[in-house]
Structure formats: structure tokens, C-alpha cells
């Protein structure tokens, strides 16, 4: 077991560079440090935060508890089942460097992903999403450790519960669980999600007739990088609220106002509103309070400008909230986890 670190810095653990420190921080490779960690009855009695890339965080506090940092690392090609060419990977693995490697076997499923911050073991607990793919389009199953019971469990995709940037893990009944690796179903025969408008057009003008998933992955990148900051660059944790939904009247409604609301007709009958858009409508692109401000590019990132604590984030997230619920009735949820 690594040793358990005291009073430990996590601003270069988290995405949005914000400073904070650990009461106690932990590296873990792998179940066996879990387990001892369970069987010290001092350490087992303390609130515990599972960290993998730190960029789906914002912490506001210090963490008065232990610190479980995911690290362990292995990726491999496990073969063909029912069709599918199952991949796994341990949690700690870079995500994007593990979609590039995925890529770099000929496998293609996961280009959508490309260019998403974090780690492996993250991509399921968010249940990451971009450009017409979720995880759990291409999720196959997944190794836990129950801190409650000490087994190490396998799920299936229903017993991970996915729901757009949800899952169990995010949930009273699954915070006990502490993933440990994630196998991936990448297809066999492979053809191009191009559903994503924006993505097809980009598809179209590069002159990709017969586009390969490197070539698709190469695009996506490109308009990320375009679009988003690098949060080596400035902090950030990417897409700070979730695109609401919204029923069918309401966004009937609101096209009444204002007809060149952005929406999305969903398979339930409800509407996905662009949570950048309405916040672009509200004039915040570009804005700051304090040290914190709205990436100039999309207004959907909100962005450390040096020096920011967590609490100036969330001043600007409230802000932005107040005034997109005053002129469209419509809430908007952070992505983030507040710490």
C-alpha cells in the first residue's frame, strides 16, 4: 500500500486549479489497497473522495477525509464477443490517451470521445458524452470495490444505471462503490456516428467521403481544440452545465419569444435546450465576476482566470443560473461535482 499522505495539495489534481488540500491522500492501484484501507478501522471511519483526473471537481473547502486517488494503470484488447471487440482498461488510464490507443489498434467506437479530460474510471460515473456518443453506447461492464462489503463486484450496463451524465455512482446506493477498471464493447464492423450536426459538416468540408475513425477522432479534436480551452492552459472542467430538458410545450412556449432557440427533440417527446446558447442569449460570454470568468469561445465553460477560489465559481455559476431562470423558466444544472 502507498503511504498515506497528510495535508496534501490538490490544486494540480483538479482541472480548474483550484487550491485545496487533502487531511489525508491516498494513491491507489488497486483493490488491495482498498481493502487495507477498509481493514484500518481509523481510516475506514473517514469520509472519503474518489479523485481519477480532477475534472469533473470544484472544490470549494478542503477535504476533511481521505483522499482516494485512482492511478492504477494497463489497457488491453480482451477479443470478439457476440459481434463486439471488448477493450479494458484500468481507472487510473488517461482517457483521451486511451480512445488514441484504442484508435491506434484499428478499433474505432470511441472517436466521438476524443480530447475529454480525465480518466477511465470517470467516463462511467459521468456516463461522458460528446458529439452523438455516451459512454454507455460502448460500455460493456465494470470491476468495483464495495467499501461496504470489501468484494470486488462486476456491473453490467443496467446494474450502472445511465441516464444523461448520470449514473449509480452519483447516487446514495452506489457511493460505496469505487471503480476499478472499465471494459468497452467497440464494434466489429465499424461505421461513423455522424449524427452530431456540427461534427458532419466538419466531416464534409475536410472532404472526407469515406472517413476512417482516426479521421473522425482527428476532427473532433480539432473543433474541441478550436472551441475549448486546454485546462493545462487556463483552468477549467470543460461543459459547466448540463444542455436542460424541457417539455414540449414549454419549448413551445419559449419559440413563441424567441424562435431561434436551439433545441433537440428527444425520443420521450421532451426538448434538450443548448445550455450555451441560453447563456449566450443572457450576455455572459466573455463575462467575468471577480477571478472567474466565461470562456470568450463557449459560453458553456466557465474558466479560472488566475487565482480563483471555488466559492468565486460558484458566485458566477449562480449568476449565470439566476438570470437564464428569469428570462426562459428553464433551470440549469452544473456538471461539475461541487466539493
Known amino acids: 500500500m502507498h503511504a498515506i499522505l497528510h495535508d496534501h495539495p490538490l490544486d494540480s489534481l483538479n482541472t480548474f486549479r483550484i487550491p485545496a488540500r487533502a487531511r489525508h491522500y491516498l494513491r491507489v492501484d488497486g483493490a488491495e489497497q482498498l481493502a487495507a484501507l477498509r481493514a484500518d478501522p481509523g481510516l475506514a471511519a473517514l469520509p472519503r473522495l474518489v479523485l481519477g483526473g480532477g475534472s469533473n471537481m470544484l472544490f470549494t473547502r478542503d477535504v476533511d477525509g481521505v483522499v482516494l486517488h485512482m492511478t492504477g494503470l494497463g489497457k488491453e484488447v480482451l477479443g470478439e464477443h457476440e459481434g463486439k471487440i471488448l477493450v479494458r482498461a484500468q481507472a487510473g488510464e488517461n482517457w483521451h ?126 473543433i474541441r481544440r478550436r472551441k475549448l480551452p486546454d485546462p493545462q492552459e487556463i483552468g477549467n472542467a470543460g461543459s459547466f452545465f448540463k444542455n436542460p430538458v424541457v417539455s414540449q410545450e414549454h419549448c413551445a412556449r419559449l419559440l413563441v419569444e424567441f424562435p431561434n432557440l436551439v433545441h433537440h427533440a428527444q425520443a420521450d417527446g421532451s426538448e434538450k435546450l443548448a445550455a450555451g446558447w441560453l447563456i449566450d442569449q443572457c450576455g455572459w460570454k466573455g463575462r467575468s465576476l471577480g477571478r472567474a470568468g466565461v470562456y470568450p469561445k463557449q459560453a458553456l465553460v466557465l474558466v479560472n482566470l488566475g487565482g480563483a477560489t471555488g466559492d468565486e465559481v460558484v458566485r458566477l455559476a449562480r449568476a449565470i443560473q439566476a438570470d437564464v431562470k428569469a428570462r426562459y423558466g428553464v433551470e440549469l444544472e452544473p456538471e461539475p461535482v461541487f466539493i
Not at 472517436?111 to 460502448?138: C, F, H, K, M
Not at 470489501?150 to 455512482?169: Q, W
Not at 446506493?173 to 455522424?194: I, M, Q
Open 97 to 222: 490517451a486511451f480512445v488514441q490507443w484504442t484508435l491506434a489498434q484499428g478499433l474505432g467506437g470511441l472517436e466521438n470521445l476524443s480530447l475529454i479530460p480525465g480518466t477511465v474510471g470517470a467516463a462511467p460515473i459521468q456516463n461522458v458524452g460528446a458529439y452523438g456518443t455516451e459512454t454507455r453506447d460502448v460500455f460493456h461492464c465494470l470491476s468495483a470495490f464495495d467499501m461496504a462489503s470489501g468484494e470486488v463486484l462486476t456491473l453490467d450496463a443496467a446494474a450502472c444505471r445511465f441516464a444523461y451524465r448520470d449514473s449509480v455512482f452519483k447516487h446514495a446506493e452506489g457511493r460505496a462503490l469505487v471503480v476499478l477498471d472499465v471494459t468497452f464493447a467497440l464494434p466489429a464492423t465499424w461505421s461513423p456516428n455522424l449524427r452530431y450536426a456540427e461534427l458532419a459538416r466538419a466531416v464534409e468540408e475536410a472532404g472526407l467521403a469515406a472517413p476512417t475513425p482516426q479521421d473522425v477522432g482527428r476532427t473532433v479534436e480539432a
